[in-house]
């Protein structure tokens, strides 16, 4: 079994074998936290609370298992929201003690690129990984399960973050990433030419903050001279510069090192754009692409509980003293 709690989702799973999902029960605070335009952390922290048992309740339930059945509790410890990760820590500490369950603590990113092990069961490492999500944007070469190295990531903006905050200054409302993706599908990519950041020659880190600035300027600009603003093409410049960024750089890494592999993780993996693009491009290549389902791919449990399963092999169980992590590193 595991608890997910780091953001807005509280989300309890039970996998046999650390494969195989039995239940992945995912209750989401979306609807309360759009009245804020973000997620509240202190809010998401109470529904976590009032939400928690009934969320390992019907889990249980689902999965046809009682507590005495379970023998792994696993755990997402960091990187989150601290009053938000402390909920799941404590519930799974309680019931580690309780009923004398050896606990593991996840690194929720782990568990994001996990999500692959669970959508392909004969997946292993090593291969190239990009996770892309509301706090990270990372390529890595997994060498091992739970090891990794980390060969960029963002300077600013992570590529979710980027969504939401376009997503908000367009009109489009939380939560961003979705909305920008739909609306793009009507758009035109190459109605406006937004800059294409690549940084040094080489470098495999991202930047998104000048981005998300261009687009403000240019929405300024077309509203001050009394012009239309057209939403999907700006959804669809917007995404058209940030896909090109993403694949380019993965790609290359891929190349790089030799991975005939290549694993999609995070809550941006959902974007239609990317999948295809990234697809296009392993096919051009000859490499082999991996995307989780949509629901795998953001927040849920399944995919901690099959991260804790490997770590547990790997370096056994935390004592009681696992604490929450948030600026856990990947
Ligand atoms: N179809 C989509 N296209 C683009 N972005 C998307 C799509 N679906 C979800 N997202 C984005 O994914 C992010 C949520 O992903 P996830 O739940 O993994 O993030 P998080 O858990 O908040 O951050 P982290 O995993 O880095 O701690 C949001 O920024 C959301 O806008
Ligand atoms: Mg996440």
């Known amino acids: 079994m595991a608890i997910e709690s780091s953001c807005d989702e509280t989300s309890v799973a039970i996998l046999a074998d650390g494969r195989t999902v039995l239940s992945n029960v995912i209750s989401s605070q979306i609807d309360i936290h759009t009245a804020f335009g973000g997620v509240v952390p202190e809010i998401a922290s109470r529904h976590h609370l009032e939400n ?24 997402t410890y960091g990187p989150g929201l601290v009053g938000a990760l402390l909920m799941g820590v404590a519930t799974a500490k309680a019931i580690a003690f309780a009923k004398d369950i050896p606990l593991v603590g996840v690194n929720h990113m782990h568990g994001h690129i996990s999500a ?52 908000r200054v367009i ?38 903050s000048g ?15 009394g012009r239309e603003v057209s939403v999907p093409d700006v959804a669809a410049s917007f995404q058209a510069a940030v896909i090109e ?24 993996a959902a974007n239609s754009k990317l999948r295809q693009d990234l697809q296009e491009a392993c096919d051009k290549q000859g490499i082999k692409l991996y995307v989780p389902s949509p629901v795998l791919c953001t927040d ?4 901690v509980a099959c991260a804790a399963y490997y770590k547990y092999q790997r370096e056994g169980a935390d004592d009681l003293y696992l604490d929450a992590y948030p600026s856990l590193a990947i």
């Open 52 to 75: 928690m048992n009934t969320v390992v309740e019907q889990s249980l339930r689902e999965a046809g298992a009682a507590l005495d059945e379970i023998d792994l509790l696993g755990v």
């Open 300 to 303: 849920n449990a399944a995919m």
């Open 245 to 268: 960024v993403i694949v380019k750089k993965t790609m290359e890494a891929a190349l790089d090192r030799k991975q005939e592999k290549l694993v999609l993780a995070g809550g941006v």
């Open 116 to 167: 692959n092990f669970i959508q392909y069961p004969d997946l292993e490492p090593p291969f190239m990984s990009l996770i892309v999500s509301g706090g990270h944007t990372n390529i890595a070469l997994m060498t091992d399960y739970g090891k990794c190295t980390v060969l960029g990531g963002t300077r600013d903006d992570a590529v979710g973050e980027a969504y939401d905050k376009v997503a």
């Open 211 to 225: 981005l998300k600035t261009a687009v403000l300027n240019y929405l300024n600009t077309e509203r001050q001279a």
């Open 171 to 208: 009109g489009l409302g939380y939560p961003g990433g979705p909305k920008i993706d739909k609306a793009a599908r009507e758009g035109n990519p190459e109605a406006i030419h937004f800059k294409r950041v690549f940084l040094e020659k080489g470098s495999l880190d991202f930047s998104f």
